[in-house]
Every structure is written in structure tokens, then in C-alpha cells.
């Protein structure tokens, strides 16, 4: 039997397009499944287009045809662990339970069930090739949805649809998806990248500091009430940051002159 190639590609790939971050999960022949050093490369991008103040929307994609086959089963196979080095806190691909600031989209280029989907979950938004499929279905094997699935799957979607997903396994379609308000776009075969990317530029061209603070509040709050005083203490910090920045004065101004804003992100 043949020695496997020496993998000497990163596992993960990273390029900036204008104001938009792409990170490419590089391992297509494993059909991007999940190892450590992919978990590493995608947690180190993530910090590096976070830090980075030119980019201002983040693009997670796969290389060849899948975006995610889940976790590398030879990897755990040989009891090897699958968290980035030095940074099991990021969780699963270095990404389900890694914070940004920016926001992150997910363009399903292809394969994503199980670990895949469990990265569009993680992600603000999804665009998802019209071929491909959404689901978790890990009791199928034995297992669960470890790395976020049956969290945040009955967050997005309603609790009786999400126990069906879970419980039996099954796939659906992106179109189905979309329905039930897990996807934000479907895309026509071969281009969810190029959607994915119309969307980014679509929020790139606003303001970052409100971006980022929209953001934030969201997933804030998510699981309170809008009646808790915690809430509107929250919101009240928010504003403070962005309704003194030099942003909020650019806004108002380039409205009234006319012209495109010129955001300083701060």
C-alpha cells in the first residue's frame, strides 16, 4: 500500500477582497473535514481579520466540492485531538465557539452536513449553493451534534422543527432551509462565494463601529426579555459607543452634502 501525500498546503487559505476576508477551508480531498491543524489555521485567520481594521466582514468557504464533511474520523480514530493548538477555547474548526467582532458569513459551497452545518450555525448569516444540504446526523452513528448543533439549532429555528433535525437525522434542502430562516440566501450552483460576497460588500459599506455593536447586541440579548432592565442597560452602553464616535457625526453629514459616507470605525 502506498504511503499517503505529504500535505504541504495550509489547511486553511486566506485572502482579502476590498473590505471582505475570506478564509478557505484547504483540505478538498478530506472534503474539508476537521483536524487540528485546520482548527489552527481558521482560529489564527479569524483573529487576523479581526485585528485587521481594513476588514470589516468575515467569509468562511470551502475548497473543492464541500464545505464541511464534519470531523476528520481518522483523526479521532487515532485519538488525536481536533482543537486548535493552543487554543481548545475556539471549539470545533477554531470557529463554533470563537468571538469575533465582525460579522462572519458562511458560503456553502457544497457538502455540509454534521460539522459543516454546525458551522453555518455559528456564523451571523449563510448563503448555500441550492445543491447542497443542511443537516445533523450524528444519532445516525451513535453520536450528537457536540459542537453547537443542538444548541444553537432550536435558537434559529423553531424547537418541534429542530427536534425533528436532531432526533432523526435527516437532511434538508438550502431552499428548506431558507424557509425556516437558517439560510439568509440560496445560491445558484457554483456561485456561493460570489453571493456571499455581494452580501458582505452590502454590509462592508456601512458603518463598522454600528456593525460591529449591532452585532454584538444581538447575540447579547438574544435569550432576554426586551421587558429586562439588563437589556436596556446594555443598550444604553451600545449607544454610548456609537452615538459619540465620529462616525455618527460623518453619517448625518455626508446625508446632508449628498456624498457617500467616509466611515473612520471609530
Known sequence: MADEPIVTEPAALY????????????RPRALNAVNAALSTAVGNLLEQAD???AVRVI???G???????????????????????GHPEWGFAGFVQHWVGKPTIAAVNGFALGGGTELVLAADLAVVDEQAQLG?????????????GVIRLQQQIP????????LTGEPITAVDGLKLGLVNRVAPAGTALEVALELAESIAANAPLSVRESKAMIHRTAALSDW??????QNAKAMAVVFTSEDAQEGPKAFAEKRPPVWAGR
Open 159 to 166: 424547537r418541534k422543527v429542530a427536534l425533528e433535525l436532531a
Open 51 to 53: 485585528a485587521d481594521d
Open 59 to 61: 467569509v468562511l468557504t
Open 15 to 26: 485572502e482579502r477582497r476590498g473590505a471582505v476576508a475570506i478564509i478557505t477551508l484547504n
Open 63 to 85: 475548497a473543492g466540492r464541500a464545505f464541511c464533511a464534519g470531523a476528520d474520523l481518522k483523526a479521532l480514530g487515532s485519538g488525536a485531538s481536533l482543537d486548535a493548538e
Open 228 to 233: 429586562e432592565q439588563d437589556v436596556w442597560e
Open 136 to 148: 445533523l446526523p450524528e444519532v445516525k452513528r451513535g453520536l450528537f451534534a457536540a459542537a453547537g
